[in-house]
């Protein structure tokens, strides 16, 4: 898990660091989906203190031509100043003087002046950090403070002709930032000073603040008026990104000739198109939109948006307080590490599947957090790189995961096939010794007496051992059970549907319906507990408390304090009163487990209660009753302990109403795999068992039943786990349970010694499966048919010899049966096996005769198709 922990950290740094890598292509699909966005938030109504005029180029071609008079916008300054406009924003730069009508300038100028009210524009040539930073000493007056830290600098700044640049109230730059978002270089440094955005100055004005009041703070540039302080943050150093409420046509447009004809009427007393009054007050922008002679951007809104919209969209933003802010790198690498992080955590300890399902899940809320936190408080948050992120580290984990578990495996297979090649060679060994000593019973061969019986015997050790060593390598696979039965799960029991625990089922749906108390027999942990909340669940009282008492648990005082409840002062301790469980579980269930252990006189405060309901709390003389149905429990033979004066004979058959025992786990060994199969499941759904530990479990006489068996299996996946496997063997079980394996009789040996002692009968089978425990009959069938390999290939492919080898009887019947049987097991494995075919294709094409088949007796089966190729036997 370290190893793992250190791959995904490493993996998750180091995609961060390409994600900064990749800046640039991650901000420009960033700005494909600002677009998104603002088109998912849909329009906002703008600010209604802007308005802008216009000249299009109809009307500057009926005014007198391509260059349009600056008479008219001289006309159009005192008309808007007679209608009481705030501030008049002329974003037309006015460059050169006109030579040919210089009266028009001096008109321009002297309006200007007597508006006082109106921001020219002006504009640099080239922003950067590398630009000039001269300026021409008459703009003196016009010039804020330079920006300090990360301030833009400007160069060849152009600026109106004199007369006008001496009019204005104030000057503005045009210029705007081209990068992935349209931004506003707010403040632009040049010759010791800086120069303010056209959209800022028209907000100075508008809001009153002397340019003395205007302060630079790091990130943020503040406008200090008496009384009030509004500050605009930058998303990126000195520059702000617009937030576009909507269109063009969501702002309040205008036609400047409309707005002079509207005044002309209203002198001649005639009730002009446009109502002047409304534009008291304002911020008027007035620009030529035409093609050929004004910029036009692309906006979420709009295909051609004329420069001037951006200039009231940067006053919009900056009344509004909606600019937008756009999370720092450093914080968006840290949103990005959250999710990639938290993301990995799921993985981790959900799986890949329900790991992927959910990261993305929290990808898709976090898109929705985003899209809310823009359009509620104007934040960008990142996307494409937390997105990027989280997809690449939990592919490149799983990558990672796949790549180790392919290492895994395949270190796996070579242990095994080294161990089964080193079993074939011991099984050829053991071959020739066989062979050996079979001449030498017929004098063919001088005899090794003792020393060759003692190799054969050697060597069956030896083979022994390596077949264990070659199963703990290789994956359990559960018998396909088909008709002889199946997993059921049962109000919480998993039993084997042909197995014992069936019958006990059945019970308990008969019994709960009915009211009456029920005794539960059973050894420790073979769920006792389990079985009385089904019996309560399954009946009427099932929408009631279920109370649970070990009565073996608690001393005398305590239990009776316990059940039946006590006064406050009744003894040392009772500060209080308190309700008993009798009480508490009145319309319900109480379970006493371990009532064996209680005393007598408990017993007899327990039989009153059993047969009228009454009882007393400790400490009172006041009867109370309780309708309560008692499921109790025992480890031990209450009829024993009646017969010896240890338990009231009377409150045994109160209880003993209905008595149902629970078979120990040793007596259901058919249950034990499908129970350890949900037990594993249940801790890690990756992991399995070897075919060594489940025989193991086989082996084994579980004293703990269940519940130990549960215990084991959770030992054995910390285990596993802490060695990165999915394969639990048999050193991750307890000592006593791996040992289960050494000194008793092979499971192998109990079944043919079973078979032999039933003459191989048609039920001999089935016998056997019960006797040995309610193992699966389909478990020992195929460890017969496995038995019936090893013998053939010892006795070297002789039929006869082979069916005397295991049937050990000298009856002709009992021989027949065994010889039918190894007949139909070896025409089984030999049906459409053909000599065109090597061992290898032939063994591929042989996969379903395995399966199955114990893995002891996989190298011993492959012997008998090698020979069978190689025209050995027929």
Known sequence: MKRKSIAAVGLTLGLLAVSLILSGPID?????LLTERFRFRGELPPDTNIVILYFDNDDIASLGGSDLKRLYYGLLIDVLKKSGVS??????????????????????????????????????????????????????????????????????????????????????????????TIGVPVLVNVGGGSVAAFGFEAVRLFLDVPREGVRIAAGSINLHSPGS???????????VDLNFPGSLSSFKVLRCVEVLRSYQLQQLGVTPPIDLAALRNKVVLVSVIGEGRSRFFVTPFDGEFPSVGIHATFIDNALTDRFLTR??????????????????????????????MFSGLTLLIYVVATQIAFSMWCATLPIVQPVFLVVTVSLGMFLYEHLTVRKRVAQLERDKEEVESKLRASELNLQMLEQELMDEKTGDRPARGTELVDEIKRYKLDIKTLSAQVSDLVRFEPLEIGQDGGKAVFEGIVYNTSGKMREAVELIQKVSASDTNVLILGESGTGKELVAR????????????????????????????ELFGHERGSFTGAVKDKVGRFEYADGGTIFLDEIAETSEAFQVKLLRIVQSGEFERVGSTLSRRANIRIVAATNKSLRDLVAEKRFREDLYYRLNVFSLELPPLRERKGDISILAEHFLKRNDAKLSFSSTVMDAFLQYQWPGNVRELDSAITRATIMARAEQRELLQLRDLPEQIASALKGQVDLEDQIIELLRAKKFSRSSISETAEELGGLN?????????????????????DTEKTVRAISKSEEEETNDRVTKKLSEYLANVVDGITGELSFEQTKQNLRPKYKNLPQRYHTILDEVVRSYVAGKWK
């Open 28 to 32: 420009g699909l960033e700005q494909q």
């Open 87 to 180: 501030v008049i924003g002329i974003d037309v730069f006015f460059g050169e003087h006109n030579l040919q009508f210089p009266q028009y300038d001096s008109l321009l100028a002297s309006t200007a002046t007597a508006a006082g009210n109106v921001v020219a524009s002006c504009y640099f040539r080239r922003i950067d950090p590398h630009a000039s930073a001269s300026a021409s000493p008459e703009l003196a007056l016009q010039l804020y403070p330079a920006v300090s830290e990360g301030g833009l600098l400007g160069s060849q700044l152009q600026l109106p002709f004199a007369e006008l640049r001496e009019a204005v109230k104030g000057l503005g730059h045009t210029n705007l930032d081209p990068g992935p």
């Open 229 to 239: 302080v509004r500050s605009l943050s930058f998303s990126r150093p000195g520059i």
């Open 327 to 356: 999370a720092p790198a450093a914080d968006a690498a840290a949103i990005s590490l959250i999710l990639a992080v938290f993301a990995l955590v799921l993985v981790f300890r959900i799986g890949y599947l329900n790991g992927f």
């Open 534 to 561: 089904a019996i309560h669940n399954l009946s009427p009282r099932k929408g009631n408390v279920f109370a649970a008492v070990n009565c073996g648990a608690l001393t005398e005082t305590l239990l009776e304090s």
């Open 777 to 797: 009959r389909g478990t020992v069938a195929e460890y017969f048919r496995g038995v019936c390999f090893r013998y053939f290939f010892e006795n070297l492919w």
